[in-house]
Every structure is written in C-alpha cells, then in structure tokens.
Nanobody, 120 residues
Framework: QVQLVESGGGLVQPGGSRRLSCAAS?????????MGWYRQGPGQQRELVAT???????NYADSVKGRFTISRDNGKKTVDLQMNSLKPEDTALYYC?????????????WGQGTQVTVSS
C-alpha cells in the first residue's frame, strides 16, 4: 500500500507561479515507480498533467508544455510540479499518482488532491 500526500495548492493570480509537492510513504520502492500529476477541473474529466519515469523521462500534456516542470527526489520520496505562467484554465484539483502506471496512464494509487485556483 502506498500513501500519497499533496501540498502546495492555493489561490494564484494569472501569470503567477506555484509549486506542488507530493510525499509518498508505504511499503514500496519509490525509485522504481512512475510518478505523475493529474488534474480535474470543474465539470471536466481527470486528465494527465505530467509524469516522470524512474530514469527521469517525462511526459507533459500539450496544454502545460513549456510552463510546467515535473521533478522527483527518490531519496526523499517526493515528486514536485513547478507551475509557471499560470492561466485561469489551470484551475483544478491536482492529484498525485503512482502504482503501476506508465508515462501515459495512471497507476492505482491517488492522493487526496490539492486545489489550485488561478484568478485575479
């Protein structure tokens, strides 16, 4: 079983930045897992934002390429999402994910989510 706890959400103005962090715990070898960030906006389906492999390969949604950066620290068992040039359409509940997924699809473990609201 893996537990994921996200932090860093909040209210940010358009054009601003925010850094989300996810801490993993539980009986697993973190360094062997693909980690990812997904989001679900109001009235929308959950979608992939960014994923990172054990070797550091990444995959980004087209809508966030060039603005968001995913990174991981295997020693600390954390995965971060640096979000720059935020837009109102980035407003969503952001979830951390892992557990058997790939760079294109989610694993079976989800965090509780952290809300990001982009508004002036």
């Amino acid at each position: 079983q893996v537990q994921l706890v996200e932090s860093g959400g909040g209210l940010v103005q358009p054009g601003g930045s925010r850094r989300l962090s996810c801490a993993a715990s539980g009986g697993t070898i973190f360094s062997r897992l693909v980690m990812g960030w997904y989001r679900q906006g109001p009235g929308q389906q959950r979608e992939l934002v960014a994923t990172i492999s054990t070797g550091g390969s990444t995959n980004y949604a087209d809508s966030v390429k060039g603005r968001f950066t995913i990174s991981r620290d295997n020693g600390k068992k954390t995965v971060d999402l640096q979000m720059n040039s935020l837009k109102p359409e980035d407003t969503a509940l952001y979830y951390c994910n892992t557990g058997g997924g790939s760079l294109e699809s989610p694993g079976r473990y989800w965090g509780q989510g952290t809300q990001v609201t982009v508004s002036s």
